[in-house]
């Protein structure tokens, strides 16, 4: 065997390895509006830990507070509810994030979960994130929500049954509102 050879079947096995461990998130589809108002649609969602759920009967309680952004510069919102919250300590609520993505094709919705996976080393952390690669306009008009410029936090039951709705930064009234939902 000569050494060209060599060199290109170790680069077709490198290159087949690769494609082989490709995990490309699918695209949600959306319904044109919800047949019962406040109401989680049924979709199939794969998290950073590559493990696909059924929403809304998958979610990990029987209550789940959904932490969702639109944009990279909203996450600090995101992690300044956790903490206000206490969500990653024992004891805490069940919850989920959703970032919200216009789909960007195959290659770059594939790029995107891996930038996140190594922004997220807590593998806990990353069974808990759910992207969504769904248009934004369609998602927030379904959802009756306000826009895209600001994070916003439902709690929605596993019937999808969406309890409680809040928006922006974090206030303590909002916060005792989404509370007495997870109750």
Known sequence: MTKKTLIALLVCGMLGVLLVDWKIPQVVALPEKSAVPDQFPAMQVKNLADETKAFPKDFP???TLLLIAFEREQQDQLDDWSAR???RTPGAPEW???PVIDDPG???RWFVDVGMKGGIEDPLVRRRVFTLYTPRQDFIRL???PGTTQVHLLVADRSGRILCKVSGEWSEE???SLKSALR
Do not use: D
């Open 61 to 63: 309680g029987e209550k």
């Open 85 to 87: 919250l206490s969500l």
């Open 96 to 98: 989920l994030e959703l």
């Open 106 to 108: 195959a290659f770059m």
């Open 143 to 145: 959802f009756g929500l």
């Open 174 to 176: 909002k916060e005792k």
